[in-house]
């Protein structure tokens, strides 16, 4: 979208974003295979990352997964 400026069914965008996205879940699996999919992403060119809220703050700063 942003390189083509086009939807993927082809239709042109008015207005072609910038930067490209990508969605990251904190909780979704360990640490270690979250960051090879991220970086997996960042070379398919993801510039930005969104992630879902955080409600358990003290569960996202240990770290666990579980």
């Known amino acids: 979208m942003r390189d083509d400026g086009r939807y993927l069914d082809g239709r042109e965008?008015?207005?072609p974003p910038n930067?490209?996205?990508a969605r990251a879940s904190p909780f979704a699996?360990?640490?270690?295979?979250?960051?090879?999919r991220e970086h997996?992403?960042?070379n398919a060119g993801a510039q930005f990352f969104q992630t879902n809220l955080v409600y358990d703050s003290d569960r996202w700063k240990?770290?666990?997964?579980?």
Do not use: D, M
């Open 62 to 66: 240990s770290g666990l997964t579980n």
């Open 13 to 15: 965008l008015k207005f």
């Open 19 to 21: 930067i490209s996205w």
């Open 29 to 36: 699996s360990e640490p270690r295979f979250q960051a090879i």
């Open 40 to 42: 997996k992403k960042v």
